[in-house]
């Protein structure tokens, strides 16, 4: 499965639009890129997931790069129940053992 | 509405006792997965299932055995425990393997072996 690189940590201020980066240049043509977000002492949540065009949900948009090499995850207006560890991870198309973690950005909402 | 239920959410192990964590979902997923989580570090995979009956290995499975009777459960055995077991383990699950397949998980089970 490809790596990501992905920032250890980013402030956003309450109510602005938080825009957490990921690389991930070894990418497969078959493979997803696929975000979760951890809450203190909670377990992964599932936040979106694409694999060439920019997806949105309720929670936020994700934004690949033509070449596929790096994305973008959104949330449009952060508010301070986001601050969380944000996973950005590449999963390949087949196989159980195909969801990798990193050690995420922790990104850190400010009042 | 109860997803993916882990228990106990928290333990103290003596070196070399043994200990099962139960996980069961109510999903109706065929695959199944359990975690461990060390400070400031992402998620490693222990074992995984694809279905009742069937295990397989993950990226740490030592010192760790799983079953899989039902469908609905995953216990996650521990023989023997050592300090180094010392974590934060996550259970999940999903219907398949696909990416469209999101993989929902517990709330964790916090074990401190000492």
């Known amino acids: 499965d490809a790596k990501t690189t992905q920032p250890p940590s980013m402030d956003c201020a309450e109510g602005r639009a938080a825009n957490l980066p990921c690389n991930h240049s070894?990418?497969?043509?078959?493979?997803?890129v696929y975000w979760y977000r951890q809450i203190h002492s909670q377990g992964p949540q599932y936040i979106i997931h694409?694999?060439?065009n920019n997806e949105t949900n309720e929670m936020a948009s994700l934004i690949i790069t033509e070449d596929r090499k790096s994305s973008t995850l959104i949330l449009p207006h952060a508010t301070l129940r986001d601050t969380a560890v944000y996973y950005c991870?590449?999963?390949?198309?087949?196989?159980?053992?195909?969801?990798?973690f990193g050690t995420g950005t922790r990104l850190t909402v400010i009042p | 509405n109860a997803g993916v239920t882990q228990t106990p959410k928290f333990r103290i192990l003596k070196i070399g006792q043994s200990m099962t964590l139960q996980c069961t979902q109510d999903?109706?997923?065929?695959?199944m997965y359990w975690y461990r989580q060390d400070p400031g570090m992402g998620l490693k995979l222990i074992y995984y299932?694809?279905?009742?009956?069937?295990?397989d290995k993950g990226e740490v499975p030592n010192g760790y055995n799983v079953s899989r009777s039902t469908t609905e459960d995953f216990p996650l055995r521990l023989e023997l425990a050592a300090p180094s077991q010392t974590s934060v383990y996550f259970c999940?699950?999903?219907?398949?393997?696909?990416?469209?397949?999101?993989?929902?998980f517990g709330e964790g089970s916090w074990l401190t072996v000492v």
């Open positions: 999940a699950s999903s219907y398949g393997q696909g990416p469209g397949n999101t993989i929902y």
């Open positions: 070894t990418i497969s043509g078959n493979e997803y």
């Open positions: 694409g694999l060439k």
């Open positions: 991870i590449v999963r390949a198309q087949t196989g159980a053992n195909n969801l990798f």
């Open positions: 999903m109706n997923h065929n695959y």
């Open positions: 299932s694809v279905g009742a009956g069937i295990t």
